[in-house]
């Protein structure tokens, strides 16, 4: 399994902008699909964005437009870029990684072996 390590969680006005980063260790990065999955109380964990190997993409509806994930695999980190935040993205948002063909882009939650620890992201109102 890959670890996964998350930052740059916290608190945030409605409308503000966080970026979280997550660095992965133990395997080669580039052989990965990445995703950001996240659980708000009393929710279940969704797949908030996910990233392939080649680089395709794919966001949730309810993010769409205001979220945007990247990876930098010389760096063996992926990005979540969060702009116009709401007080409905607050939720404890993970870093996961998939095993997966250059072309396929995993989106369920089953598909994922390695979860980082998790940060808080909390968006006052």
């Known amino acids: 399994q890959m670890q996964l390590v998350e930052s740059g969680g916290g608190l945030v006005q409605a409308g503000g902008s966080l970026r979280l980063s997550c660095a992965a260790a133990g395997r080669t990065f580039s052989s990965y699909a990445m995703g950001w999955f996240r659980q708000a109380p009393g929710k279940e964990r969704e797949l908030a964005g996910a990233?392939?190997?080649?680089?395709?993409?794919y966001y949730a509806d309810s993010v769409k437009g205001r979220f945007t994930i990247s990876r930098d695999n010389a760096k063996s980190t992926v990005y979540l870029q969060m702009n116009s935040l709401k007080p409905e993205d607050t939720a404890v948002y993970y870093c996961?990684?998939?095993?997966?063909?250059?072309?396929?882009?995993?989106?369920?939650?089953?598909?994922?072996?390695?979860w980082g620890q998790g940060t808080q992201v909390t968006v006052s109102s």
């Open positions: 990233i392939g190997r080649s680089g395709g993409t």
């Open positions: 996961a990684a998939a095993a997966a063909s250059r072309w396929y882009l995993p989106t369920r939650e089953g598909d994922f072996d390695s």
